[in-house]
């Protein structure tokens, strides 16, 4: 068990310093000069120079990129060469939105699709679980930036009761990030509930299908009893699995939510610091969501062990 | 349908809870948020370039000697009054007295030789070299500023209006980016980068207090975000509406105000005249008698724009009306091109990928098609990619941009600008006008509109129109847009 663990986790920090030099090298190649960028088209020889002695971009690449990741590694990413901020504290802030969003989304998504795919399941013959498969069918085909659109056109423009967009920290007024918190998390959560009942839907089929459900039922348990008592935990492991699948397209969904609903989180704050070639706040981001990619992976492969003892062995 | 109704339950179900606690609750009446779609990305003008930092706080944070009003005229700020000498080489400002900066130092003429003279040794933006002109600044008193150009110069008092003219104090340009400190009567509170900038009223300010004692500006990326936020009630006004087609939504919603006016962008239909077939001004004028200017505007500003004849709004002193001088003539076109041995055109517009542009882009080139001009349009990455291929590299036949500075036409004279224009009686006039009388000046700029039209040095599609929705209670915005600042002074409520 603990090997296993040790296992992941090296696999995991491999990953991981592998990522930091495919994403070092991917903004070191990339055509343009960061200090004539931030400069601006008129600007002369002797001041790029001087610009780039302070990025540090005139140093040869190994030197800097030791330097930017032991930066990183004690929580200095450098100082944005457009907005002249340190990196560190704005990614941080701006993960923290991100990660309310992706996380509520994924609440949202999961209240809905685990009792509605469950029933789904059980009810596979009957009208009421074809409607249910229908309705997630559709709602897979609708993106999360055009949910987020026709919730501010009803909810915000139509009867003003949310608003249609911005950020109110919840240490700040607790009320005022709730409602600012409802429309986006929506959004992301109910295209990705869709999405995930209908593997809910196909997980629980699969186990209802199992020989030990039969004998459960055998026993005198009627089919939603059995499933509940002994199915689930079985049915939980493809579904962990497509989970932590979704939160990585969820944290692609959560870059667009984030345009439509004005919210300052890591998403649009990539998209931001493309626009101004800011390469080093870019190198900064992506590399927190790879690792974050990475880290989810490595906490699924986690799960599974505590979801299935026979999974321990391996 | 299933679909709708269940998404629409579980919906209701999720925001019963706060119907209670609407948005629209009665805000602070002495507050008002303005939506903007450019963030700025700090807040020193002095070394990053772009809009959005003076629009922010140009004659609200900071304040010059000198600014332009709402009808495009130089009036008194931190100067009562000034006088220029004979030569017209030397300036006297009167400063005001008992003017104070937000950190608490008083504002004397020798914050005015520190600001000049600092526009020259720490500005890094392409904007500084407005102030080469400037031979020195001599403090004659507390109250008294002389500053001596090395030439007579008009442009150089126009351009105090701008950023270069601002007033910084030498004790509060530590942290310009931070913690900008003026002498105006907002002071910068905080910021939320992604969000909003804060400004509260200064309460030291030495002339009339603001009626709103905190303003929010809020960034928008997203043109449809920003409506939206108005129409949800989430701000009073909208800066500047940058998809004309979105207007008629807040023109019949009586909550609402739309002003509409002009601005000094010129959205140009830009030739290559140092190139091959573009050098050729019977091909340029060719190209101007084959634009139908007045569809392009329709099509590509709902026909809000103003229609311009030259590179003059009609906010400048020596505004004339020159839309008459290329009607819309297809034939003409046809026989020109025939005359220039050019009858099978092709040609590449280059345009930046932002909505006016490109649409614009789409009707001149069917109606180029119409005369036998075949068009090939390519959108680019606009800035980054636009700036370096067609802006500094010179590599196009034609392009579509805005051209957002006041005054631009100067542009003119200057060959080694991206369009290429070389005429040697333009620039004698350009520096004749900068230096003479402000009637000679006036004179002299009409003649050089009237020969860059006549040249077809460009194609003028149409002005941008300045679009400002807001909420009915906000007075005293200015419906059109003449300086660089997006001035909350005078800013009222009913």
Same mark, same amino acid.
């Given at each position: 068990m603990i090997l296993a663990i040790a296992r992941r986790a090296a696999i995991f920090v491999v990953s991981g310093a592998v990522a930091s030099v495919a994403v070092f090298l991917f903004m070191a190649v990339l055509p343009g000069d960061p200090a004539q960028v931030a400069l601006g088209i008129n600007a002369t020889p002797e001041l790029i120079a001087r610009t780039r002695a302070e990025f540090g971009t005139d140093r040869p690449l190994a030197t800097q990129y030791f330097d930017w990741i032991g930066g990183v590694l004690t929580g200095d990413f450098g100082r944005s060469y457009v907005t002249r901020d340190l990196i560190g504290p704005q990614l941080a802030d701006r993960l923290g939105v991100t990660l309310w969003l992706v996380g509520t989304a994924m609440v949202i998504a999961l209240v809905i699709a685990v009792p509605l795919g469950s029933f789904a399941a059980v009810r596979h013959r009957k009208l009421s679980g074809t409607v249910i498969s229908g309705v997630s069918q559709l709602g897979v085909a609708v993106p999360a930036f055009l949910a987020g659109i026709l919730l501010v056109q009803v909810f915000a423009v139509q009867w003003r009761l949310l608003p249609s967009g911005g950020w109110t920290p919840p240490d700040q007024d607790f009320g005022g990030f709730l409602r600012g918190l409802t429309l986006p998390a929506l959004a992301l959560g109910l295209v990705q509930g869709a999405v995930l009942t209908r593997y809910v839907r196909s997980a629980v089929l699969d186990t209802l299908r199992e020989d030990y459900l039969r004998t459960a039922r055998a026993k005198g348990l009627r089919p939603g009893q059995a499933l509940v008592r002994h199915g689930l935990r079985n049915a939980a492991v493809p579904v962990v699995t497509v989970l932590g699948l979704q939160l990585t397209t969820l944290l692609i969904g959560a870059v667009v939510v984030e345009r439509v609903f004005v919210l300052p989180g890591l998403g649009s704050m990539l998209l931001d610091s493309v626009a101004a070639r800011d390469l080093l706040t870019v190198q900064g981001i992506v590399l927190v969501l790879v690792i974050a990619a990475l880290l989810v992976n490595f906490l699924v492969d986690l799960l599974y062990t505590v979801i299935d003892p026979r999974l321990r062995r391996s | 349908m299933f679909g709708a109704t269940l998404v629409f339950a579980l919906l209701a179900a999720v925001t019963a809870c706060s119907a209670g606690s609407s948005v629209s609750v009665p805000a602070d009446p002495d507050a008002i948020s303005i939506g903007f779609t450019a963030e700025p990305a700090n807040l020193d003008f002095t070394r990053t370039d772009g809009a959005a930092i003076p629009q922010a706080l140009l004659y609200n944070v900071y304040e010059g000697l000198v600014k332009l009003d709402a009808g495009g005229k130089i009036v008194p700020l931190l100067a009562r009054e000034w006088t220029v000498s004979g030569d017209r080489r030397t300036y006297d400002f009167q400063l005001r007295e008992g003017v104070k900066f937000g950190n608490g130092q008083p504002f004397t003429a020798a914050d005015v030789k520190f600001s000049i003279d600092r526009v020259k040794t720490e500005w890094t933006i392409s904007l500084k070299s407005k102030m080469d002109v400037v031979e020195r600044v001599d403090v004659v008193g507390p109250a008294h500023a002389r500053v001596v150009l090395k030439r007579p110069s008009n442009n150089w008092l126009f351009d105090m209006t701008t950023r270069v003219g601002a007033m910084f104090s030498p004790s509060g340009v530590a942290d310009l980016a931070g913690n900008p400190v003026g002498t105006g009567p907002y002071a910068f509170a905080t910021r939320k980068r992604g969000d909003s900038i804060v400004l509260r009223a200064n309460p030291s300010y030495w002339g009339r207090k603001p009626t709103y004692t905190t303003v929010y500006l809020k960034y928008y990326k997203d043109p449809t975000a920003l409506n939206n936020a108005l129409l949800s009630n989430? #701000? &009073?006004? #909208? +800066?500047? #509406?940058?998809? *004309? &087609? +979105?207007i008629g939504q807040f023109e019949t919603d009586t909550r609402f105000t739309v002003l509409q006016g002009t601005t000094n962008s010129e959205v140009t239909l830009s030739f @290559? @005249?140092?190139?091959? *077939?573009? @050098?050729d001004k019977r091909v340029r004028q060719a190209l101007m008698y084959a634009i139908d200017r007045k569809a392009v505007m329709a099509t590509a500003a709902a026909g809000r724009g103003t229609l311009i004849g030259s590179m003059v709004p009609p906010t400048d002193p020596w505004y004339e009306d020159l839309t008459r001088v290329y009607p819309h003539d297809p034939g003409r076109a046809k026989a020109l091109l025939a005359e220039a041995g050019q009858p099978n055109l092709r040609l590449r517009l280059r345009v930046a990928n932002l909505p006016y542009a490109v649409s614009s882009a789409q009707v001149v080139a069917s109606q180029l098609a119409d005369v036998g001009v075949n068009v090939s349009i390519e959108p680019l990455d606009f800035p980054a990619v636009w700036l370096k291929q067609v802006f500094t590299d010179h590599d196009f036949d034609m392009s579509i941009i805005q051209h957002v500075e006041a005054r631009d036409i100067v542009t003119f004279g200057n060959p080694k600008y991206y369009w290429g224009y070389d005429n040697p009686k333009v620039k004698s006039l350009l520096a004749g006008a900068d230096t003479g009388t402000p009637e000679q000046q006036v004179a002299a700029m009409r003649e050089v509109a009237r020969t860059i039209a006549d040249d077809a040095a460009a194609g003028w599609l149409f002005l941008f129109p300045n679009l400002i929705a807001a909420k009915t209670k906000v007075t005293g915005l200015s419906g059109n847009l003449v300086s660089e600042s997006f001035d909350l002074t005078g800013l009222g409520r009913r």
């Open positions: - | 989430g #701000i &009073d006004v #909208i +800066s500047a #509406i940058t998809t *004309p &087609d +979105s @290559n @005249n140092a190139k091959v *077939p573009l @050098n």
